[in-house]
């Protein structure tokens, strides 16, 4: 599959800075970022390793063996996504100790920006949602939520969803993910009902893979789903999936998220959706 050509104004989005960004985004000054910025530089978060860079750009085929965790990421903004400065932020993350691979996203609605990523061990990916993330919050001056979960447990339910994350490739360019998640305690993983779940799963209009998620010491049950329109993935979302977390007796955590925005910035992290 070629490389579609990057989006437009791409060059003028890459100068906005986080200050520029957030005042364009909501209208509001946001306070002390140089301060915030200079301590992340000095602990070496904003100082990315040209070689370190390169490897993963050059490696579409991050070794998906090799993953022992994934991670969830959404930042509380809301601002279209080619105002992120996605370019200086990729930089920064492919030095990240661990890092394997990351798929951006840009929430449907709110445009809210987060990512779905790939680590090697948990041990990096807990030091990404503890030191790197919380920082790069702070710098926008806003919150965020984390997600931590243990990519060897759903390895086998995820390999049976088509799942990129783990080898597959999907013939359709994703238009839409979708991020899921249920307040249950299901550990081990495998003792839960996902092979009951996979067949009619597959079934449902527009899925083209799907990543199960199992968190880290809570045993959350959840997934990340790619959809071939938006549509389907609301119908989802919205008709489908209250059922089936209504049949568990549990609450849930639904997000829908426009891939369409985000293709150019997830190809530069080797995101599997676009091998």
Not at 16 to 42: E, N, P, S
Not at 81 to 108: A, C, E
Not at 154 to 168: F, K, L, P, Q
Not at 195 to 200: D, I, K, L, S
């Amino acid at each position: 599959m070629t490389t579609d050509p990057e989006p437009h104004n791409q060059t003028g989005h890459n100068r906005l800075g986080r200050r520029d960004f957030l005042k364009r985004a909501t209208g509001t000054a946001i306070t002390a970022i140089t301060a915030a910025t200079a301590t992340m530089a000095g602990a070496g978060l904003l100082l990315p390793s040209r070689s370190r860079a390169a490897a993963i750009t050059s490696n579409p085929e991050n070794t998906q063996m090799s993953q022992n965790a994934f991670v969830y990421t959404e930042l509380q903004i809301s601002a279209p996504f080619d105002q992120v400065p996605w370019k200086n932020i990729n930089d920064t993350i492919k030095t990240q100790p661990g890092f394997l691979n990351k798929t951006w996203l840009s929430g449907l609605g709110n445009n809210s920006a987060g990512g779905i990523y790939a680590f090697d061990t948990i041990e990096n990916a807990k030091k990404f949602v503890t030191g790197y993330f919380p920082a790069e919050a702070r710098n926008f001056g806003v919150a965020q939520t984390t997600r931590v979960f243990d990519a060897l447990a759903t390895r086998e339910a995820s390999i049976d969803m088509n799942s990129v994350h783990y080898g597959a490739r999907i013939d359709v360019k994703p238009a839409a993910f979708v991020y899921t998640e249920v307040q249950l305690h299901v550990l081990p993983f495998d003792n839960g009902p996902w092979r009951t779940f996979n067949p009619v799963l597959k079934q449902q209009p527009g899925l083209l893979s799907k990543t199960w998620l199992s968190g880290l010491h809570t045993g959350t049950v959840g997934g990340f789903y790619a959809f071939d329109s938006i549509e389907n993935a609301k119908r989802f979302a919205l008709d489908y999936f209250p059922t089936e977390t209504r049949a568990l007796d549990a609450a849930f955590y639904t997000r829908i998220f426009d891939a369409t925005m985000t293709e150019a910035a997830s190809r530069d992290m080797a995101s599997p959706f676009y091998r």
